[in-house]
């Protein structure tokens, strides 16, 4: 039984058993991350009617996505299985959106691309064939007119569920595919302006 | 609630600015106070950068969790609640902990009161064996603030008599430590070449500190105007090609600063007929504040009360703390729907508070 948790583009949290989606609770606000995830999560658990200790793994969407907002969920997915004493699973956002094409039918290459904000895009690329999507290239960051592979089908996620980020936990795990990131992808450095030669302040 | 000796045992995280602080206590008893610092990424740019404090909070939160138990010898099903900052602080850096720590309540199904950081530091003196009597002016002075408070009960009456305007005296060290070319932080640096210098040297002024600020700024501080004269000094002094006075420029740059916190805080203490006076924030590592809050304090029969510099500086035991205070008092725990406030006001103690 997986808690899953997503803060990449709004909050999404869900518990997912095997393929199964128990509970899902998602708000597209891209603003109140660290407002509403105490209420989703224990939302969700009530949903699904499991406890905490139910909990056998907690999901946690990487990003890629926007600092702050991406932050909390990520914060949020380590305490939770820190406080039960359980691992946690660290998922690339966009594999759960891929997840989700695929689940729907859809097969052959396809490009995965999320708001940065600062008029730039995060994207993947999958290659989805009948056993799984897998993905091919990404994540990476660049300016709308600058995304890779034109040719591929492309989605323009702005939502990340947190159901399909679960599930691809699960199929990562049942097919023996290790996750490949384990620390945030924030794909920036931070806003940092290196002090120079220091301005005289008199003339 | 009340843990079987001692009072509640509560687990505090404080994640407001550069630290990333949990602490543990039992009541008034300290089990444990870890701090991850995340100074040395900042100190290439010569001040926090909120972003890459934000980053390390991330980083250091389980691992910090895990050495405040360890330290406190306790295990999670010991806690009783948990305790949170707020604000204010930076935004992006108190998001951090309140997301693991509303997490963290959900998973355990503990409490969890969301406090105040200012007020906090307040609580940290509970700790102390002999710890503070109410009503108390508390003077709190760091990097990140300079507030002068009123504290009439620790959980319910808390005034902000008044503040910086501008920069936090906390600031103004690192930026003059920057002029005196010396590196950041620069409150221990400004200390290190004051040494032998005369305080009297140079008279630099006092912000605020006018006849006319007397009613409308009473009680709060300016920094900008001090650090200004204090560059402007230095580059004169390098035009007429003079030797800079290192030691006198610092002891005298110093001296402005203790010397505008002391009187205000003195002032309120007089003005309010409260002979007691609590230090806390990282400026109180400054030797000369200690040395001059001590003989004004014994010439004004004030009793002065100056925390350990552990819990001093931003750390999650003071946090703890208040919230062990709230709990004693028969505060509820507040909601999980309450947010990072980067300008949370001190009379707002706990935050969002579960209505009965
Ligand atoms: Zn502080």
Redesign the pocket.
């Known amino acids: 039984m997986f808690l899953a948790i997503d803060t990449s583009a709004g909050t999404s949290v869900a518990v997912v058993e095997g393929e199964l989606v128990l509970s899902e609770r998602s708000t597209e606000d891209t603003m109140r991350h660290a407002e509403v995830i105490g209420d989703m999560i224990s939302g969700a658990l009530d949903d699904a009617g499991v406890p905490a200790s139910g909990i056998d793994a907690v999901v946690a969407g990487m990003g890629p996505g926007p600092f702050t907002g991406l932050r909390v969920g990520i914060a949020a997915a380590r305490a939770f299985a820190w406080g039960i004493g359980v691992p946690v699973i660290p998922v690339v956002s966009h594999d759960a959106v891929a997840l989700e094409e695929w689940a729907a039918g859809t097969r052959g290459d396809l490009l995965v691309v999320t708001d940065a904000r600062r008029r730039e895009v995060y994207w993947s690329s999958y290659g989805l064939d009948d056993r799984m999507p897998a993905r091919t290239d990404g994540p990476g960051l660049c300016k709308p007119d600058e995304l890779p592979y034109p040719e591929f089908l492309r989605v323009d996620a702005t939502q990340v569920s947190a159901g399909d980020l679960g599930r691809a936990a699960r199929m990562h795990l049942d097919l023996g595919i290790p996750e490949e990131f384990t620390e945030a992808l924030y794909l920036r450095s931070p806003d940092v302006t290196m002090p120079g030669a220091r301005k005289r302040v008199s003339q | 609630m009340t843990g079987e000796r001692g009072g509640p045992v509560v687990l505090g995280i404080e994640t407001?600015?550069d630290e990333t602080g949990v602490g543990i206590v039992r009541g008034q008893t300290l089990l444990a106070n870890v701090i991850a610092s995340s100074m040395d990424e900042h100190a290439r740019y010569g001040g926090v950068v909120p972003e890459v404090a934000a980053r390390a909070h991330l980083e250091a939160m389980n691992p910090t969790l895990q050495a405040a138990l360890d330290e406190a010898g306790i295990g999670l099903d010991e806690i009783d609640a948990i305790a949170v900052t707020s604000g204010p602080?930076l935004s992006g850096a108190l998001m951090v902990g309140v997301g693991a720590a509303k997490a963290l309540s959900v998973a355990t199904g503990k409490p969890l009161y969301a406090v105040n950081?200012?007020v906090?530091?307040v609580g940290a003196d509970v700790l102390a064996a002999d710890s503070l009597e109410y009503p108390t002016i508390a003077l709190?002075v760091?990097g990140?603030?300079t507030s002068l408070l009123l504290v009439r009960d620790l959980v319910g009456d808390v005034e902000l008599l008044g503040e910086t305007i501008d920069d936090a005296a906390g600031e103004a060290f690192d930026k003059v430590a920057r002029v005196l070319g010396l590196p950041y932080p620069g409150g221990p640096q400004i200390d290190r070449v004051a040494v032998g210098g005369d305080p009297k040297a140079i008279h630099f002024p006092r912000g605020l500190m006018h006849a006319k600020d007397a009613e409308k700024h009473r009680y709060d501080f300016s920094f900008s105007g001090l650090k200004t004269a204090v560059a402007r000094w230095v580059e004169r002094a390098g035009d007429a090609g003079d030797e800079i006075p290192v030691a006198d420029v610092a002891a005298s740059f110093r001296e402005a600063v203790v010397d505008v916190l002391l009187t205000k805080a003195f002032r309120a203490c007089a003005d309010h007929g409260i002979p007691r006076l609590l230090l806390?924030?990282?400026v109180v590592a400054n030797a000369r504040v200690r040395e001059v809050a001590a003989e004004r304090a014994a010439a004004q029969g004030v009793t002065l009360r100056i925390p350990p510099l552990s819990l001093c500086?931003?750390n999650g035991a003071m946090i703890a703390a208040l919230g062990a205070q709230l709990i004693t008092a028969g505060h509820r725990p507040s909601g999980l729907g309450f947010g990072a406030d980067s300008t949370l006001p001190v009379t707002e103690i706990q935050v969002d508070e579960r209505p009965f």
């Open positions: 407001s600015c602080g950081h200012l906090g530091h709190l760091s990140g603030h806390g924030g990282g500086t931003d």
